[in-house]
């Protein structure tokens, strides 16, 4: 995989991986920012726990995040006051500006470049859905505010500002954190049961189970392989371009979202459905031609989200027919915001304590919408399509991905490189040897 700005100028700690049976109050399945914050609540409320990481924390979406701390996520405000309601479109903007504020009051005894800006989504074509989300916004008691200027070489008619949001390097901030924590890398769970959390040689007994693995892996119960897919986007971070001040996200299909990173302007975009065909980073390297030719790229990396029905998270009981099995996934592409928020449900979930969030993010929710028959649909086309190469999540047929060089699952989103190794779940092992070795495998 390629190596983001993050990953390449960040030091992690390491940690061994799980080499006995183990017992805690908790088990975390998923050592990214949602997983490890569940650890650090859990650690601050005196909470026996242990986190399990597949591979190395911080080394799948967390690495891949532009990691802008906003609680401005699309139109999504509008949306939510005209489907569920008032009450509930307040609590989600209340728990995410909460979420933005526990990340300034962590990181004021951290260095990751932490950094209060304002955040914006804007419009090159819909001046009214702008003022229409502004107008939702102030309804809800938040001032935002309506601008038709912006500092970005776009044709912007509108654009919603949220002041005092933020930014910061995600992987400094996930390594200071998580040191000293109770981890295991290189530790694969593979399956669930009430109480306990499997390996392939290892169990931990476990009063509660949180599993914030991206996508959750565990088919038994649930329907997160209904309830999800699975988008992937592309970010430049290029040196010599003109300085901006704030995040801007573009409202639309081909949208585009910039920021800053010290001298590097970070432009992202090229967004597609996981295993479907996109552009990749073809618009993105034709903008910054276009607009800032005397600028130069210093990384490239692209990022995988799982995205809801709703555009609301997925938070709180796995199941009704698996006790004590708790989920954080869904985030969309607003993952900072929303492991915070994840994490602080779910540490009041495991500790007996109430949450008033809880009911707006509950997994449990009414799911019938457009997108879920989308996505049974597609699941279904991917395993009626013959192919001898396979995901073994579900049996989907894979598609090879002939710019990154990779496998691809369009029903759920496992990825895999050329050579079948895992690199996205839900799948959680690699594709045999016996399947790339009879002629579907590609150079």
């Not at 997983?35 to 924390?57: H, K, N, P, R, W």
């Not at 900072?336 to 779910?346: E, K, N, P, Q, V």
């Amino acid at each position: 995989m390629i190596k983001s700005l993050w990953s390449d100028t960040a030091t992690l700690p390491t940690f061994p991986p799980l080499s006995r049976d183990e017992k805690a109050e908790v088990c975390i399945v998923g050592g990214g920012m949602a997983g490890i914050l569940c650890a650090y609540f859990l650690e601050q409320a005196g909470v026996s726990y242990i986190l399990c990481e597949a591979d190395t924390i911080g080394g799948g979406t967390t690495a891949g995040t532009t990691a802008v701390i906003s609680a401005q996520h699309d139109t999504l405000y509008q949306t939510l006051m005209k489907n569920k309601g008032y009450t509930k479109a307040r609590l989600y903007l209340e728990a995410n500006l909460h979420a933005v504020s526990a990340y300034k009051s962590l990181c004021q005894d951290i260095s990751c470049d932490f950094e209060e800006i304002p955040a914006c989504i804007y419009s090159c074509a819909d001046s009214p859905l702008m003022e229409d989300e502004v107008k939702a916004l102030h309804a809800l008691g938040y001032n935002a505010r309506l601008l038709h200027d912006i500092p970005l070489p776009r044709p912007a008619l509108a654009a919603v500002e949220f002041p005092a949001q933020a930014q910061f390097h995600p992987l400094k901030f996930l390594g200071e954190i998580a040191k000293g924590m109770n981890i295991r890398e290189h530790t694969k769970i593979l399956s669930l049961k009430t109480g306990l959390a499997m390996t392939e040689h290892y169990r931990i007994q476990a009063d509660k189970i949180i599993v914030a693995s991206h996508f959750p892996f565990w088919n038994g119960c649930g329907m997160f392989f209904a309830k999800l897919y699975q988008k992937r986007s592309y970010v430049l971070a290029v040196k010599g371009a003109e300085s901006i001040s704030g995040s801007f996200v573009e409202y639309g299909k081909n949208g585009m979202y910039f920021r800053n990173y010290k001298d590097l302007l970070l432009v992202g975009g090229g967004d597609h459905r996981t295993g479907k065909a996109g552009c990749y980073f073809a618009p993105i390297k034709n903008f910054v031609a276009a607009h800032y030719p005397a600028a130069s790229n210093a990384y490239a990396w692209s990022a995988q989200d799982c995205i809801s029905l709703d555009g609301v998270p997925y938070i709180g009981p796995y199941s009704n027919v698996l006790p004590d099995v708790y989920v954080a996934t869904g985030f969309n592409e607003w993952g900072m915001t929303s492991s915070m928020t994840a994490a602080r449900i779910l540490t009041d979930m495991v500790t007996g304590r109430q949450n008033k969030y809880a009911g707006v993010f509950s997994p449990a929710r009414n799911m019938f919408t457009k997108q879920l028959w989308n996505n049974i649909g597609t699941s279904l086309t991917g395993l009626l399509t013959p192919s001898r190469l396979r995901c073994p999540h579900m049996g989907c047929a894979l598609k090879w991905n002939s710019l990154d060089k990779t496998w691809d699952c369009p029903c759920h989103g496992s990825r895999f490189t050329k050579d079948g190794k895992l690199i996205y779940n839900p799948a959680t092992e690699d594709l045999p040897d016996t399947a790339l070795t009879d002629g579907t495998a590609k150079s």
